[in-house]
């Protein structure tokens, strides 16, 4: 998943600070969901699926 998010990120050529913003979070938090430091919530996961569109965001790793 960690790897993932990261991937869907710098596909559609954005940075962790653009992703935080609309997450409404900071860029240090949302660094930890990419490298796995900190565990996603499923409100993150939830908005990021609408963002980034529901295919996109799997529960398999």
């Known amino acids: 998943m960690y790897p993932r998010i990261r991937d869907l990120r710098e596909d559609r050529e954005l940075n962790q600070t653009q992703v935080a913003k609309m997450l409404g979070m900071s860029q240090t ?4 969901y990419e490298t796995g430091e900190s565990d996603i919530p ?3 996961l ?6 980034y569109g529901p295919a996109s965001i799997t529960c398999s790793g």
């Open 42 to 44: 499923t409100a993150v």
């Open 46 to 51: 939830i908005k990021l699926a609408a963002f």
């Open 29 to 32: 938090g949302y660094s930890k």
